[in-house]
């Protein structure tokens, strides 16, 4: 047999010690795991929702929230601004294109949004089935709705006022699946898409008391925000600061945005990060001890093999390589651990179905979780080992 | 055979044990006695090659001991000698074949479960191959140990206190299995023992036909003692063939 095989044996020979320190090195290294996992699905998600866009517009307050808001989907908006003056942005010479988003009601906890064909085209997302709509009240569902809800063709439903479930039912303006997207790993999959006009005749319908009242309304027509890009890369200086200061709008920059959330988020990783880095620190301890242990209980035997004819080296070799078999099979643990806590995390804050956080991935960043983890058992196994090579015979001898 | 001359081993913080000559013919039978402490350890370590001799020649199975490295002591170890612990050093994770491989690999050898079996049946523990060392009596995983010893055909058979804690029956069982595995495999036979009961074991036919020699090592103490005392006498005294 080989030293591998031989080292597995004394591993598994004290079980109960060899699962704790997998069991410990596997926590510490499935924190890594969660973290870089969470990272990686949190970063690429923004880098695919917010590809393409370079300013938000929409009602003053939080930059932040308009962004969250608007783009992921994942808080509700900051307010309304007028469609004329989103009109007239649209005009601006600065700007290459304009898509409107109109918020406020929601169809079994997923957004109805408001928008033009050109959001579904924004997101280079295409039909599985049926077509966009090309008149008020018909949807196209994103994959995710229509996996989950069940929805057909040709199938009508009426949405509830609010972005959470649980609003009041505009029950006299039904809406019609006409088209479903298939899966764009956006955050299409998880809307459901209508004309804007769709938006402005339920709420209209559902507050206006006669037809006065409905010309009032339909003059002062409003959207939640817009998306733009810019024609020029010089609209990046003038544009936000012309929105901020001249209009009753507000511009965030998803990119600033984004990174201020980053850094946000990255004190609490840096929180978690230092948590992690103690709990490797533990493991590798933990790991010490039980090897440290294991030689002093074993030094007999292995001053016997040394007897036998074994090397110096080969005696520190098997420690080695029970330190690697640790190291090996926490890495497992690990990985498989920091895959379920990230899904854990996805469907207990439900946003599995935005895709921020989901199932299981494999960035290549998680390359580094075995790596640590050979890295922390050899560390940990130098110093036996090395007792190892000097395991004194003549201490076996005078053993009675 | 073993030969030595003039040996002697000095520990960093201890006095010098010197040590007898001798001259064990191949196939011979060497009793190494004397009270705990008095060298016996040191005697086998030097000639297992784990130590080299602070001064004196100590020659071992056809090679000089004297400046041999450590690597090649170690292979040479591994293919000349053969040792029985006092304690047996059984591996409890593995089976009886499993200790008996293990022996294999530290010698740098092939696992050979022929070889394993055969001299498991020489020693008739075959049976037990399977199982673990905690499921054997005392006298069995003697025979597991003894199997190990030999398993690689050593030249010399070192064997440290093989009746310690056995009683009249047991240890002349014991005494009569090395004696009958060491000429199996035509080893000279090294027992370092404190017990006065081997001499007596040991037929009176080994002593004529394989020229059975009694080495008897004096306490380190009585150096010290004698040294006190200005007696001047040597450390040890050598018993004679």
Redesign the interface.
């Known amino acids: 047999m080989k030293t591998w095989v031989w080292a597995w044996h004394f591993l598994w020979s004290r079980p109960l010690n060899a699962a704790l320190n997998v069991l410990l090195l596997g926590l510490g290294l499935g924190s890594i795991t969660f973290l870089l996992l969470v990272g990686h699905q949190i970063s690429r998600a923004f880098e695919r929702d917010l590809a393409g866009i370079d300013l938000v517009v929409g009602a003053k307050g939080s930059p932040m929230q308009l962004i969250l808001s608007g783009v992921l989907h994942i808080d509700v908006p900051t307010g309304n601004v007028p469609l004329k003056a989103v009109q007239a942005l649209a005009k601006n010479p600065l700007v290459a294109s304009l898509i409107p988003i109109s918020l406020g009601d929601n169809f079994q906890a997923y957004r109805i949004v408001g928008t033009s064909p050109a959001y579904i085209s924004h997101y280079g997302a295409t039909l599985a089935q049926g077509q966009a709509w090309s008149e008020p009240m018909q949807v196209v569902l994103g994959a995710t709705v229509a996996r989950h809800l069940g929805l057909q063709l040709g199938q009508r439903f009426v949405g509830s006022h609010g972005l959470g479930g649980g609003g009041h039912a505009h029950g006299d303006n039904p809406y019609t699946v006409v088209g479903i997207l298939a899966p764009s790993a956006s955050v299409l999959d998880r809307l459901i898409l209508t004309d804007t006009a769709s938006v402005w005749k339920v709420h209209e319908d559902y507050t206006a008391v006669d037809d006065d009242d409905r010309a009032v309304m339909a003059d002062e027509r409003e959207v939640t925000l817009a998306l733009l890009s810019y024609k020029t890369p010089l609209a990046a200086v003038s544009l936000p600061r012309y929105v901020n200061t001249s209009t009753e709008m507000q511009a965030a920059a998803p990119a600033l945005e984004i990174s201020r959330l980053l850094h946000m988020l990255g004190l609490g990783t840096d929180v978690l990060r230092a948590f992690t880095a103690v709990l490797l620190l533990t493991a590798a301890l933990s790991v010490f001890i039980a090897l440290w242990s294991s030689l002093r209980e074993r030094r007999a035997d292995l001053a016997l093999l040394r007897m036998l004819g074994a090397t110096p080296a080969k005696l520190a070799a098997l420690l080695l390589c029970e330190a690697l078999w640790l190291g090996l099979l926490a890495s497992l643990l690990g990985l498989a651990l920091g895959q379920g806590f990230a899904a854990a995390l996805g469907w207990f804050l439900q946003l599995d179905s935005s895709l921020l956080l989901g199932g299981l991935s494999w960035p290549a960043e998680l390359v580094w979780v075995p790596a640590l983890a050979l890295a922390v058992s050899l560390g940990a196994a130098l110093l036996p080992a090395l007792g190892a090579y000097r395991v004194s015979v003549l201490e076996l001898l005078q053993t009675r | 055979m073993i030969r030595s001359q003039g040996l002697s081993y000095r520990y960093p913080q201890g006095p010098a044990l010197n040590f007898p000559d001798v001259e064990v013919a191949q196939g011979a039978v060497l009793l190494l006695s004397g009270p ?1 402490g008095c060298g016996k ?2 005697w ?2 030097l000639a ?1 090659g ?2 080299a001799p602070s001064a004196g020649a100590l020659a071992v199975a056809g090679r000089s001991l004297n400046a041999i490295k ?2 090649a002591a ?2 040479w ?3 000349a ?1 053969g ?1 029985l ?3 047996l ?1 059984l ?4 089976t009886v074949q ?1 200790n008996l ?3 294999q ?4 050898q092939p ?1 050979d479960r022929t070889r394993i079996g055969a001299a498991l049946q020489a020693l008739g523990v075959q049976a037990l191959a399977q199982r673990k060392p905690g499921q054997l009596s005392g006298g069995q995983a003697q025979r597991v140990a003894l199997a ?1 010893a030999v398993l ?1 055909q050593p030249q010399v058979l070192l064997a ?2 093989p009746t ?1 804690s056995l009683d009249d029956e047991a240890a002349a069982d014991a005494v009569g299995l090395l004696l009958h595995t060491a000429g199996q495999h035509g080893a000279t036979l090294v027992i370092a023992t404190h017990d006065a009961r081997v001499a007596q074991l040991i037929p009176a036919g080994v002593d004529g036909k394989n020229g059975f020699q009694s080495l008897r090592l004096l306490h380190r103490r009585l150096l010290i003692d004698e040294h006190a005392d200005g007696v001047g006498k040597p450390a040890h005294e050598g018993g004679t063939p």
Do not use: C
Not at chain 2, 91 to 94: D, F, I, Q, R
Not at chain 2, 105 to 108: N, T
């Open positions: 705990s350890s040191t086998l370590a297992a784990l130590m450590s690597v170690d292979a170890r591994a293919r000698i040792y612990p006092q304690k050093h591996s409890a994770a593995l499993q491989a293990m022996a690999w530290a010698g740098g696992e190990r690689l440290d206190e310690a």
